[in-house]
Every structure is written in structure tokens, then in C-alpha cells.
């Protein structure tokens, strides 16, 4: 017979009113002192709170950014939950609209089974994966202990006309600065256009205005595109780009951009 | 916000107190500042202020308040309708429905004892003087048939409660990239300053790391959050009483950084402490005498601690003024600001 472990599961929900505490779950938190486990599942979608509030129930925005929050959180793994009570603190402190609900007993063997066997069973739906949270595959490529000395992380820009912060998470320096941003754009396409719009202005802005140490910047966008946007839709957005001079590198071809910061950046 | 001039000082009456003024904002006349420095060139705007007994008290005439120099809100709740929800925080926060709102009050009664709820104002106002974002704030009354329990068991005692109000939003996870696209990257580096200045050991002083203090609000922008900084129950003293200590040079010259996650590094420009640096040096013994002289005495700090912490404040806001930068530039700018 095989030997369990005691665990503790608890229930990730969006939860809009704390007085009338109506809630959707949208996860599912897994804790196994035993086992020095703890991970959550998390529903891709919003589905079920469509199902339960409507569509106007809820914010994407903010919903997305506490889903991220709660995977940062449970993500910085077990060290950050040594004890049940330092998973039963994150439990008891949440007042916004993502909370968690009171821990419950289980029986752990397998604990990335288990969690996929709760999430199945008490949320369902697609789960949602570490490339929908983060760039993945341009932290693998850019992040590579050989482009170390190559690819820097700097300080945010303020782009100049309309003095608004720029954000890129890497960049490197080959007689021009080059400003790496990873960008998702919705699979609406409206917002997708207005997101590029946006970008492709301030990439613009940069490369007439903006010099660091001398150097020209510009700015190179990876975009990633949700598997619903259509084609032409993801083809106006790079037309976008390609009308204001800013430079796009897809995915497959981040391996061409690591080669030609190996042979160019200095 | 609509915006009138202050009229002309009135003369006092000491039978009724203050002159009460409408409950709107209104903008402050160089002249009519009362002759402090901090708003002597420009106007500013003002409004109402509640007082510790957690009514309505009208902006008085005097120098005294003018340090605020920025609009605070005329949220003031004064009755407390329904708990919504107890949670299980270190003051046994309460979130509650009240004739504003709902919204998060700690109150007396609380494990952490009462000195915890002075930290948390004058902590607050602190942060609102020096522009970072925080909770509308206020002090409200619980009154003896409130009945308001604590997630660990006890109650809420009656007498004045620190009150925030609930807004949308979220905890911070921990994570840089939560923090790049929020409204306010440049207050990244003024909470650190701040925590510094008031030896705030609640957000990030290792091994505490608590990401829950850091709040990202939905604010402004359809798709933007503003960072906001909330929970200050352990500025001063961590958590422990106010006492005459807290003026010791050795809390005043104190060379640790407080509230530097490590995810914040990325984000704190130097520019940007420099910005609150220069701030910072301009705040005034006047001005943390204003702090301090809104505080309950049902808090119970005698009056020796006020005093020391009026010292400690000011002392301690000339001493990171001066020395923050070269504390924060071998962590955060090694190779210069750009890289």
C-alpha cells in the first residue's frame, strides 16, 4: 500500500463581495509539509466567472494581475511556507477580490498528480502554464549564461515628446541601444491595434529623439500573439511596426537575434 | 474637485471653537499659509480634516495642518454598519461596512496593542507628505455596542480605530515584472525611502519579507495599477511601544536599508531617489510636530515617547536625506545607472 502524506488543500476564488460571499473558483493551492510541496493551479480562462457574474462582473485586468500575484507568491516556494501556519497567514490576510479559501485535509502521494487531480475536479478548464505568465522563451534565449556580458537589464527609459516610462526588460548595445520588450497583444483585435499603436509610436520617439551614452536606442519588439487572434489581425499589428521603423523579432527567430548579439554586441 | 478660495480669516471664537467651512476643497492662498515655507510660493488645495473623536472637524486656520500640502480626501466614516469579513493579520484588521464604504479598520483591542495604531497614522501621513499613494484614511469611532470580532477571538474595543478605505486591487506577489507596467514606477524608489526614513521593518527588512504590504491599486487607467503603500503598524519601533528610545542616536543614525526587495531593484532609478531625497530634506521640525499633534490619547503614548518621536522623525529625515543614495547605489546602480 502506498505511503500518503498529509497535506493541505485550499481553494483559489474570485470572490467579488466579501459580504455576500458568492465566489467562482479559479484555482486550486496544494501544501505538503511532508513532501516540502507547495504549488497552485490556476484556471487560463475566466469562464466560470462568466458563468457566475456576467461579463461585466469582473475586471480581466486586474483579475489577471492577481492571478500573476498569487503565482508569484506560492512560486517562491517552499522556503516562503515552511510551516502550515505561514500557508494559513496567506489564507487569512486577503481582503481584495482573489482569496483563498479555508485550508482542508488531504492525502498526498504524487503531489503534481494530486494538484492536477483537485484542479480537474474542483475548477476544470485548461490550466493555465508558465508561458501564459511570462516570456519564456526570450528569459530561456536572452538569459543564456553566454549572452550574460552582452545582454544587460536596464533601467527603465522615459520617452522623449511624450515623456512616458518605457519599460524593457533586456538590451544591448551594438552601435546602436537596442531595447528588447517581450509584448503580448490581446486576441481582440481593437485592442491589439491600439496596444501596437502605442508601442510603435514610442519605438518611433526613441529612435529620433532618445540617445544613451551618445548612442542612438531603438527599440525591438518580440510579440506573442494568443492561439484565438486571427492572422490578418496579427499581421496588421507587425505592418504597424514595420510603417513606424521598429524593429520585430518572432519567437522562432530569437535564435538569430542571440546570434547576432554574439557577433555584433559589445 | 471643486476648487474655491479660502475666504478671509475669521476671528476666533473661543466659546464655539473652529470656524466650520463647508465640506469641499479649497485653495490656499500664499498668504493665507499661516507663513509656512513649504507652500509660501504656491497655492495649494485643502480640504476638511476629521478629528480623533471621529467627527467632522473643519479645516482650522492655522499653520499648523498646511504641512498636508496636498488634497486629502473627505472620506470619514463615522458609524460602522456590518463586518464583512475578520482577517488574520498581526492587529487583527477587521473589513467592515460603514456609512462611507466599506472599509479596513484596526482598533483598539487589537494583540499588537494600542502604540501600533499611532504608528499607523502618523506613518501614513509621513507617506502622504512625502507623495507616496496610500489608502483614504481616517479615524473613526467604534462605539461600545459595536460588535466587531477578531479572527483569533476578542473583540474590538470601543474608542478611535484606524480606518482605510477598501479599494480594488490586489497584494503584490513578489514578482519585478507585476511592478513594471503600474502608474507609479517612480514611487518604487520612494518607498524605499520612506521605509528607511521611518524604519518601516514591515515590507522588507531580511528575514522579513511581507509582499502583502505593497498594494496595487486600480486606480486611474482602465488598464493600469497604482502602486500604494499600506500597513505602517511597524514603522518607528517594529512593532514594539513607543518609548523615549526612539530619539537615541542610535535609532536616528541608523545605516540599514529598509524595503529594498530585491524586485525592487530593477525599478529604482536613481533620478527618482534623488527626487525623493530632495523632498525629504525639505520636511521641517513644524512638520513632524503636525504629525504627531493629531494623535488620540486613547492611544496611550505619553507624552515623553511623542516627543522623542517627534525628534527621531526629523533628525532621522535630515540623516537618509543625506545618506540614502550612497546606501542604495551599490545595490541598485553597481555599473552605473543605466546598466
Known sequence: MAKFANGHYSLVQYCPSASRLEAANIGVLLYCQELRYVDVRLARGNSRIVHFFGREGFDSFVLEGAKKAVEHRVRLGFDAFKTYEDMELLIQTRANAVVLSAARSIKVDDPVKTL????????????????????REV???????????LVHRPQPVIVPVVNRRLTAPYAFRNGRFNLIRPERFSAHPGAATGAAMRLAMEGDLLDKYLQVDGIKAQLIIVP?????????????????????HVRTVDVPRLEELADEIQRTAH | MPFRTLPARPEPDAARGPTPLPSESWLILPEQC????????SPFVSTILPNLDGRRRFLQYSA???WLGVPISHWQPTTFLRVNKSLGTSTQAVLVKTDEGPAIIKALGNPEGPHVLACEWVGTQ????????????AIMTIAEDDEIPFLEGGCAAPGPAFAA???????????????????????????????????????????RCNFSNVFLAHREAARSMTLVAMDHTHCFTCGRDLTARIAHVDC????????????????????????????????????????????????????????????????????????????????????????
Not at chain 1, 224 to 242: I, K, T
Not at chain 2, 34 to 41: F, K, L, P
Open chain 1, 139 to 149: 528569459d530561456e534565449i536572452l538569459g543564456r549564461p553566454s549572452l550574460k556580458a
Open chain 2, 252 to 339: 536616528i543614525r541608523e545605516e540599514k536599508l529598509y524595503g529594498l526587495f530585491p524586485a525592487f531593484v530593477p525599478l529604482v532609478a536613481q533620478s527618482d531617489v534623488a527626487n525623493a531625497v530632495s523632498t525629504l530634506s525639505h520636511f521641517s521640525r513644524e512638520e513632524a510636530s503636525a504629525a504627531l499633534g493629531q494623535l488620540s490619547r486613547d492611544w496611550l503614548v505619553p507624552a515623553s515617547a511623542v516627543e522623542a518621536l517627534e525628534e527621531f522623525i526629523f533628525q532621522r529625515a535630515v540623516f537618509v536625506a543625506e545618506h540614502i543614495v550612497e546606501w542604495l547605489a551599490p545595490r541598485c546602480w553597481p555599473q552605473g545607472q543605466l546598466f
Open chain 2, 126 to 137: 509621513l507617506a502622504k507628505w512625502l507623495g507616496l499613494p496610500t489608502f483614504d484614511t
Open chain 2, 34 to 41: 499661516g507663513g509656512c515655507s513649504c507652500h509660501s510660493r
Open chain 1, 224 to 244: 506573442f500573439f494568443p492561439a484565438e487572434s486571427q492572422q490578418n489581425d496579427r499581421a496588421s499589428v507587425l505592418r504597424l511596426f514595420g510603417e513606424y
Open chain 2, 64 to 66: 499648523q495642518f498646511h
Open chain 2, 165 to 207: 478605505r477598501y479599494e480594488q486591487g490586489f497584494d503584490w506577489g513578489g514578482g519585478t515584472d507585476e511592478l513594471r507596467g503600474i502608474t507609479n514606477v517612480p514611487d518604487v524608489a520612494k518607498l524605499v525611502v520612506f521605509d528607511t526614513w521611518t524604519r518601516n521593518c514591515d515590507r522588507y527588512f531580511p528575514p
Open chain 1, 116 to 135: 492536477d487531480e483537485l484542479f480537474g475536479e474542483l475548477v476544470g478548464g485548461a490550466v493555465r502554464t508558465r508561458a501564459d505568465r511570462r516570456f
